[in-house]
Structures are given as C-alpha cells and as structure tokens.
C-alpha cells in the first residue's frame, strides 16, 4: 500500500507492537445464524462471509430488533448491501473519519468512505453477529490499525432493498492524506448501490 509513502496518518499504528484485538483464529458456528466463513464458491470466488470471523476479536449471536436502525459507512462505488454495520448509538459515537478507521480498523483501500447508508431491521428481525472489530495488520508492513469498536456482521442475502434508506454524506470528505485530491469526480454523489 504505497499511499503511506505519502505520511502516516495518525489513525495508523507502525512498530512491532502487539495487536490489542487480536483476531478471532476459529470461525463461530451456532445453529441457525449465518456461517461465517463458508467455503469458496464453485467458481473459486469468495462469498460474501468468506472469513468474515477475522474481522472480529470476539462475536456473539444476535437477533436484531424489528424497527432498529443501522448504519454502513460507505465509499461511492461501494454496495449498500454488505457485511459491516453498526448500531445507531456506535455510529453516532464516531469522531470523524481518522476515528472510525482506528477503531473500526478499516484500510483505506477496503474503503474509502464519503457517505453512509441506513438500514431498517424489517418485521422479522435479522440475525447476525456482533463484537469488537479486531485490529487489522496491513500486510507486508510494520503497520496496524487498533480496533475494538462493536461492529456488526450481517449475510448481505438476508437483506432486503426495501429497507435500505438514502445515501447520506458523512461530512468527513473522501480523501486521507494531506494535499490529496478526490478520485472520484463530482462528489457527493450520495448514489445507492445494491448489488
């Protein structure tokens, strides 16, 4: 990732230091909520929850409530309808952009963000896992992002485009590095993107 040439931001970590969240090593399995780390498709593609467990420190089964909120920090060209999402009151607590990428231990190049959407848990509930998000080592590197927020996991096929709410801008901006410029042309955009 050569973007860090340009300077460490202060949201990323560098030295050997040891991870404060370290990733979960065994994928959860409790009857009846989603697999998170199901194999490989047929065509050699990874699904959706294809070693989603690794993004956590530790995940516990949840049953969302009809009528919650959520929130999906998203770039332009990102899908409303993918795995990572937060409870209103954890999206709320976010202290701009630098903030969400330490604590949500989010690279750049998984997401540049700019936008976020909502989602309203329908009438028959939605099931996931929730805990902290583990920290994140960039591979390659001396470079780590911290984690420990809560996040929220969900199967992007138990979603349902009738729930999903409008693209909104985060105010954060699109860019991460000082004297960067955006390379996306006419922002916001503030498109839904279902895929």
């Known amino acids: 990732m050569n973007e860090l040439g340009k300077g460490k931001p202060g949201w990323v ?4 230091k040891r991870l404060k969240y370290k990733a979960m090593e065994i994928p959860p399995h409790e009857a009846g909520w989603p697999n998170q780390d199901p194999p490989r498709n047929p065509d050699g593609k990874p699904p959706p929850l294809y070693e989603a467990f690794k993004t956590f420190h530790d995940a516990t089964p949840v049953t969302l409530t009809p009528g919650e909120k959520l929130y999906r920090v998203v770039a332009p060209d990102s899908a409303d309808n993918s795995i990572c999402w937060l409870r209103e009151a954890e999206f709320q607590s976010i202290n701009g952009k630098a903030d969400w990428r330490r604590r949500f231990a989010v690279w750049r190049y998984w997401n540049r963000n700019g936008e976020y959407v909502t989602y309203t848990v329908p009438p028959s509930g939605l099931r996931a896992r929730e805990g902290k998000a583990a920290s994140q080592e960039l591979e390659g590197t001396h470079y780590s992002l911290e984690g420990g927020a809560t996040q ?27 004297g960067e410029t955006d390379q996306f042309l006419g922002l916001p955009k503030l498109t839904n993107n279902w895929k």
Request: aromatic share 12%; net charge negative; no cysteine.
């Open 152 to 178: 929220i996991v969900i199967d992007p096929a138990d979603l349902d485009k009738g729930f999903v709410g409008k693209r909104q801008p985060t105010n954060w901006g699109y860019t991460d590095f000082t």
């Open 13 to 16: 970590d560098a030295g050997k």
